[in-house]
């Protein structure tokens, strides 16, 4: 498995390279901006009369004023930008990972090795791990790095800078693993990408709308958005909402997909 993981990654490498560019160039670019917004009461004046939806889309609210370091970084990089671009990322990736390949005509090759088609899945699936992993890593980093000269460290450590990643990488995992059970039971790569799309999508929307839809709080729990949104892991660390619920469903996913992957004839 781990030489079908590393090839895996060694296939991904100059995307992964690239990605790895554009989040670090993002996230210096917004730590280098913060200074331009730091101490500017007007600016907390007109984001302290958005809708209660909006500021929790934002990560806002609760104190949490867009001038001061956690709310900034809440409202421009970590309850949006970070999660939607490890997101894309990672749906990419999982949706060729089984059925991309397939569609190609190379998983075929690999499986009629002496390797069972749920151990080659599980490995292309630890490759996308590893690779989101460094794209965290990255990203994380990079404010940790340029925290002290902008002005970002003041009340926010290393640590919280690391549970933040970490949370907005494992909402990405989460529906990254609906592309992946979709992909792996099915074998078209188009349904996994539409798929695990629209879940994140709807999820998000619903997040923002459930102030003021009622009906919606019923299946907020289930939703990854909630489970980054709700908890501020940049203030508070991370908490069960923030770990232990996207990988249980990450495992059930995956879990559920194998057995039809393994019966299945492949195209």
């Known amino acids: 498995m781990a030489s079908i993981m590393w090839h895996a990654i060694r ?131 990079t404010l940790i790095a340029l925290a002290p000269a902008t002005g970002l460290n003041k009340g926010i450590t290393g640590a919280n800078l690391l549970a933040a990643t970490l949370a907005a990488t494992l909402v990405a995992l989460t529906f990254a693993a609906v592309a992946f059970a979709v992909g792996a039971a099915t074998g078209r790569r188009s349904a996994a990408l539409a798929i695990a799309s629209a879940f994140a999508v709807a999820g998000y929307v619903v997040e923002g709308l459930t102030q003021q839809v009622p009906v919606f709080r019923a299946v907020r729990g289930g939703n990854p958005w909630h489970w980054l949104l709700s908890d501020d892991p940049l203030r508070h660390g991370l908490t069960w909402h923030t770990w232990a619920l996207p990988l249980a469903t990450t495992i059930i996913l995956v879990a559920a997909a194998m057995p039809r992957l393994t019966r299945r004839d492949l195209h």
């Not at 990322?89 to 998983?107: C, I, K, N, P």
């Not at 080659?120 to 699936?125: C, D, S, T």
């Open 11 to 141: 296939r991904r490498r100059a995307g992964l390279l690239w990605w790895s560019i554009g989040i670090a160039a993002l996230a210096a670019l917004l730590a280098v901006a913060y200074p331009t917004v730091r101490g500017n009461s007007e600016l907390d004046k007109t984001f302290a009369n958005l809708p209660p939806g909006v500021e929790s889309l934002l990560g806002l609210g609760d104190g949490n004023l867009l001038t001061s370091p956690a709310g900034y970084l809440n409202s421009q990089f970590f309850a949006n930008l970070l999660p939607i671009m490890l997101l894309i990322f990672a749906v990419g990736t999982a949706a060729w990972s089984v059925a991309g390949d397939e569609a190609a005509g190379t998983f075929e090759l690999l499986v009629a090795n002496p390797i069972s088609r749920a151990r080659v899945a599980l490995a292309r699936l630890t490759a996308l791990a590893v690779m989101l992993s460094v794209l965290a890593a990255v990203a994380a980093l």
